[in-house]
């Protein structure tokens, strides 16, 4: 099971049987893909980039090309697990705000 993710826009697209990050030239947003290997125990393998140089792929953490030298874009982090949601600190804020300002209140009433 491999899937490319949009270094851009997060986005993904489960690689069909045949196909392979080749196939591809970029996102719809214009971001690079990063190839992300499951192998066969289920275990997620190192994310991949591609050389725009040669075509070779990379290990994502990886500065420069193992095969022909060209320095590799730098890329976002992608994170596999969970997506960190902006929503909760904000939330968190906001409810730790509104405690505050009512004890603050409370106190000159």
Not at 33 to 50: A, H, M
């Amino acid at each position: 099971m491999n899937f490319l993710i949009c270094e851009n826009c997060g986005g993904y697209y489960h690689l069909k049987e045949g196909e392979s990050l080749s196939d591809f030239e970029s996102c719809e947003c214009g971001g690079k893909f990063y190839l992300l290997e499951y192998g066969e125990d289920g275990q997620l393998q190192s994310p991949k980039i591609v050389c725009e140089s040669c075509g070779n792929l990379n290990i994502i953490t990886t500065p420069f090309c193992s095969s022909c030298g060209q320095i590799l874009r730098p890329s976002k982090e992608i994170i596999t697990n969970e997506k960190n949601s902006p929503l909760k600190p904000r939330l968190f804020a906001g409810i730790t705000f509104i405690a505050v300002s009512i004890m603050i209140l409370g106190l000159f009433l």
